[in-house]
């Protein structure tokens, strides 16, 4: 895991990243490295941070999201969950519910 720097401060709307390097949990269950600054290459990217996994209020929140997945994705969109869960937690969330995107854990 690549992370350069702990924020003091939340990241506001429209306000740019950090670059990072970290795990995430894709639709079926493969774990893959998502690199930020290789994906802003591609356009903009939607980061849904959520607080845990499987949480009912968690479930719903990315589950609005992937309802609009398609129209996101066909505005070169890149959708991505984040939250400090292992990839074990992920994997299991993804298993039970198949988001369309990857599930980054940004684990310490």
Partial sequence: MTSEVHRQSPIQPGELAPDFDLPAI???????????QEELRHGPVLLIFYQDDGMPVCTSELKA???EF???RAADVGV?????????????FQERDRFPFPLI???Y
Avoid at 26 to 36: A, F, H, M, Q
Avoid at 81 to 89: A, D, L, Y
């Fill in 70 to 72: 398609e129209t996101l």
């Fill in 105 to 107: 854990s940004d684990f």
């Fill in 80 to 92: 991505f969950g984040i939250n400090t869960n292992g990839v074990f937690s992920h994997r299991k």
């Fill in 65 to 67: 999201f992937a309802q």
């Fill in 26 to 36: 894709t639709t079926s269950g493969d774990e893959i490295r998502v690199r930020l």
